[in-house]
T-cell receptor, first 113, second 110 residues
Framework: DAGITQSPRHKVTETGTPVTLRCHQTENHRYMYWYRQDPGHGLRLIHYSYGVKDTDKGEVSDGYSVSRSKTEDFLLTLESATSSQTSVYFC????????????FGDGTRLSIL | RKEVEQDPGPFNVPEGATVAFNCTYS??????FFWYRQDCRKEPKLLMSVYSSGNEDGRFTAQLNRASQYISLLIRDSKLSDSATYLCVVKGGGYNKLIFGAGTRLAVHP
């Protein structure tokens, strides 16, 4: 299995609090991604990174920010969590080159009360 | 219209059955295609890439029809362990971004 670790695995917090999710990889892959998965929507891209300090928005980036200060770590921050951000969050990594698939971490279940 | 569309199912089949899933995509310029499998409350896992000439991996066969923008997955001799959601995935631009279908659920029963 790809060396991807997400933390925490589960979190319950209150509306308005800041939340940071961490994705750590040991594969030295250049590309990293954050998704959320909700019933009826499938996986939707929040933000992605194509190198250290190089990030860009995905299709559902509002309310989220990211940072990548090292190749191995990609952080997702909810500055002020809302109930609509209750979801399962997955991190993924991909190597460079054509036709590269993505490999996923185990996910973080986040509940905003 | 969604960029990647799949029949959500569920497909309920007996062990040993052959089952086929279909998927359509909207971007004719897409170059890479995959099938992923996702078990309940787990992460998606790569099942197989889909090549233009079609490809097979054991009991699984994937086909691509670029003219119709259509991808299929055939599972032969279904096992109980094949029960999962199958995600059709299309490359969605640079940096290896992928676009995921919402998935087709398969339930294999004894």
């Amino acid at each position: 299995d790809a060396g991807i670790t997400q933390s925490p695995r589960h979190k319950v917090t209150e509306t308005g609090t800041p939340v940071t999710l961490r994705c750590h990889q040991t594969e030295n892959h250049r590309y990293m991604y954050w998704y959320r998965q909700d019933p009826g929507h499938g996986l939707r891209l929040i933000h992605y990174s194509y190198g250290v300090k190089d990030t860009d928005k995905g299709e559902v980036s509002d309310g989220y920010s990211v940072s990548r200060s090292k190749t191995e770590d990609f952080l997702l921050t909810l500055e002020s969590a809302t109930s609509s951000q209750t979801s399962v969050y997955f991190c993924a990594i991909s190597g460079t080159g054509d036709n590269q698939p993505q490999h996923f971490g185990d996910g973080t279940r986040l509940s905003i009360l | 219209r969604k960029e990647v569309e799949q029949d959500p199912g569920p497909f309920n089949v007996p062990e040993g059955a052959t089952v086929a899933f279909n998927c359509t995509y909207s971007n004719s310029a897409s170059q890479s295609f995959f099938w992923y499998r996702q078990d309940c409350r787990k992460e998606p896992k790569l099942l197989m890439s889909v090549y233009s000439s079609g490809n097979e991996d054991g009991r699984f066969t994937a086909q691509l029809n670029r003219a119709s923008q259509y991808i299929s997955l055939l599972i032969r001799d279904s096992k109980l362990s094949d029960s999962a959601t199958y995600l059709c995935v299309v490359k969605g631009g640079g940096y290896n971004k992928l676009i995921f279908g919402a998935g087709t659920r398969l339930a294999v029963h004894p």
